[in-house]
């Protein structure tokens, strides 16, 4: 699956017709039905309703017609920070993030530092925690915002808190009927979804874990992409997924969450360049500090200068 496949399914879901999505695309009609046919071949479903008048989606081009949007947009994104980036002379300062992250009080941080230092050009680049750690090294982002504890001699990794977890969990299940924090054990009884599905180690590894830390198996029914996908599956009642407690600020309607007896926690982990003091990372040091204070965190221990 390529961005390329993923804009001519936009195309042909928007238009309802393969004759006005290859001229909005400026192709031929056949080149786009192949794409088409290898897209669903690679998915393993239909993403058309090809009997419709107009072409119908199916569940599963609606899902990947919502997440497909999604993810051009960004791209868009992207194009439209490095051209500004490319235009100013501002000094850059690029921040890797996991999407939960969003919502731990990250866009937070991103603000207060945009106040802090509004002579510096912020670029923000979703990737997971392996990506991070590539990307660092390579000079592609300044700092990373993960959840993955990954060893490696040019990266320092500094844990800033240990994040809660919570069973996120259909309305309509009979789980949730119930009051109260839930047993991992009734957990494991229950289908799971979890995420991401590559790469790994990740996410999904430490929820595994966790079960596993306490003689249970869980019944792993969708590896999921991403998180919102996991959501949206949960939100469907195809099971229920183990997630970030801040994960609740996003009120997905027809989910509800629980907290779990046992300790489950996720580690919010920063990531840097071995010997890089910049100016820019000073900043963001000195604003979680302050802000952790402010929130009533414990202020982690930064390392003096490498």
């Not at 309509?172 to 957990?187: F, I, K, M, N, S």
């Not at 996991?230 to 407690?245: C, F, M, N």
Request: aromatic fraction near 6%; proline fraction near 6%; hydrophobic fraction near 45%.
């Amino acid at each position: 699956m390529d961005i390329r496949q993923l804009r001519y399914f936009v195309a042909v879901a928007e238009q309802r017709n393969f004759h006005r999505a290859a001229e909005r695309l400026h192709i031929a009609q056949p080149p786009l039905s192949r794409t088409i046919q290898q897209l669903e071949a690679e998915i393993g479903a239909e993403l058309l309703d090809r009997t419709a008048r107009p072409l119908q989606l199916t569940p599963a081009g609606h899902l990947l017609h919502t997440q497909a949007l999604q993810l051009l947009g960004r791209m868009e994104d992207l194009r439209a920070m490095m051209r500004a980036a490319v235009a100013s002379e501002k000094r850059l300062f690029t921040i890797g993030f996991v999407a939960s992250t969003i919502y731990a009080r990250l866009p937070e941080l991103i603000r207060a530092f945009r106040s802090a230092a509004p002579e510096v050009e912020l670029i923000l680049v979703e990737s997971s925690t392996l990506d991070q750690i590539a990307a660092l090294k390579e000079g592609r982002i300044d700092v990373g915002f993960g959840r993955i504890r990954f060893e490696d001699p040019a990266v320092r990794r500094i844990i800033l808190r240990y994040e809660p977890l919570v069973a996120a969990i259909a309305a309509d299940r009979p789980l949730a009927q119930q009051e109260g924090p839930v047993t991992l054990a009734a957990l494991a009884a229950e289908p799971l979804i979890i995420y991401p599905r590559q790469p790994r180690p990740s996410y999904a590894d430490q929820v595994i874990s966790l079960f596993h830390d306490h003689g249970l198996e869980p019944r792993v029914i969708h590896e999921a992409r991403e998180l919102q996908i996991a959501i949206g599956l949960v939100a469907a009642s195809e099971g229920l997924a183990i997630v970030p407690q801040s994960v609740r600020q996003a009120r997905s309607e027809g989910i509800v969450y629980r907290d779990i007896v046992e300790l489950a926690v996720s580690p919010i982990i920063m990531s840097k360049r071995v010997g890089d003091n910049s100016d820019e990372l000073a900043i963001m040091q000195n604003l979680i500090c302050e802000r952790y204070a402010d929130w009533g965190y414990e202020v982690p221990a930064f390392p003096n200068a490498d």
